[in-house]
């Protein structure tokens, strides 16, 4: 539970600086030799914000194949696929409710 807290926690870091980086591209737009430099200088920080992100999801990915090594150790075979089967439930789901919100109509 502890490496998903901080992988949640992490990602929600990355959000944040994402938006900043974001906010701080929108409000600098402008023209000449600073805004050139500007410009290189966010493309740098954007970079390294999409190697965290790969981090991100290469221990993701490592934490998935943990918890399915766990579950095959500690669930017999009927166990496993019932708690998949609900698993794939849940995450169905959870893509209807996305999938709702995002249909949803919005107050100009």
Known sequence: MEAEDALSQG??????GLAELLASAATAAGG???SVTN????????????????HFVRQ???LR?????????????RQTARALLIVNDYFSRLRA???????RPRDV
């Open 97 to 103: 409710l996305s999938s709702l919100w995002l249909a």
């Open 11 to 16: 990602m929600d870091a990355l959000q944040r």
């Open 60 to 62: 993701g990915d490592l």
């Open 32 to 34: 000449g030799a600073d």
């Open 39 to 54: 410009y290189v200088g966010q493309m740098a920080m954007a970079m390294a914000k999409l190697g965290t992100l790969e």
């Open 65 to 77: 194949q943990q918890t399915l090594q766990e579950m095959r150790r500690t669930l017999n075979t």
